[in-house]
């Protein structure tokens, strides 16, 4: 399995800042994939972040609102822009086991944002 | 479009019961059904992972069956205690960009 840890655990930020969250993995990943799950809500995907290439988000979310980077296989941020209330929700990021892509995923802890 | 649903929403059981947690999906074309764990403002502990080509998974006290030509999966826990309440959430894997869909959700609780 793999350990992930994330910062912050926990924010509260004020409408129209921005707010960074990395995520950290024990051993190196090809994909990582950063989730959203609004109060509850079961979760949603933003996007798939691939070392060294853009990140693929899915429908409904844009890479000016939700930058992602991807600096090396162990690493990668999520940044809420321009926040608004809207965007409180707890943010996680997730890995797909090694050794392919259809194998057990594992989650961080979470970073639960509120946003006044 | 994969949809992924959880019945019952939510179940309260008395300490001992064994209980089953349904999830069922539209499109059989999964590579696999993981289920997780999420403790309130907390992030998700994968329990689970049954790969498409089997019928079950154990760990425990916990079992998971597949039958994938009916789009349905179910969550057997034995035994139930109190450290077992959270929310279980099935999730299913399919091809074309490596994305997990996720179910609604069973709220389960378990009382002295």
């Known amino acids: 399995s793999a350990v992930i840890s994330q910062k912050p655990s926990r924010d509260i930020c004020q409408r129209g800042t921005s707010l960074t969250i990395q995520c950290q993995v024990d051993s190196q990943v090809t994909m990582m994939f950063w989730y959203r799950q609004q109060p509850g809500q079961s979760l949603t995907l933003i996007a798939t972040?691939?070392?060294?290439?853009?990140?693929?988000?899915e429908s409904g979310f844009v890479i000016d609102k939700f930058p992602i980077s991807r600096p090396n296989l162990t690493f990668s941020t999520l940044t809420v822009s321009n926040m608004s209330p809207e965007d409180s929700s707890i943010y996680l990021c997730?890995?797909?086991?090694?050794?392919?892509?259809?194998?057990?995923?594992?989650f961080g802890p979470g970073t639960r944002l509120t946003v006044l | 479009k994969q949809e992924v649903t959880q019945i019952p929403a939510a179940l309260s059981v008395p300490e001992g019961e064994n209980l089953v947690l349904n999830c069922s999906f539209t499109?059989?074309?999964?590579?696999?059904l993981q289920w997780f764990r999420q403790d309130p403002g907390k992030g998700l502990t994968s329990l689970l992972l049954i790969q498409s080509s089997q019928r079950e998974q154990t760990s425990g006290r916990l079992n998971a069956s597949l039958d994938k030509s009916s789009g349905r999966s179910t969550l057997y826990i034995a035994a139930s205690q109190p450290g077992d309440s959270a929310t279980y959430l099935c999730?299913?894997?399919?091809?074309?960009?490596?994305?997990?869909?996720f179910g609604t959700g069973t709220q389960l609780k378990v009382e002295l």
């Open positions: 499109d059989s074309a999964i590579y696999n």
């Open positions: 997730s890995v797909a086991a090694a050794g392919g892509s259809y194998n057990e995923q594992f």
């Open positions: 972040a691939n070392q060294g290439s853009e990140a693929t988000y």
């Open positions: 999730a299913v894997f399919t091809g074309g960009g490596n994305k997990l869909t």
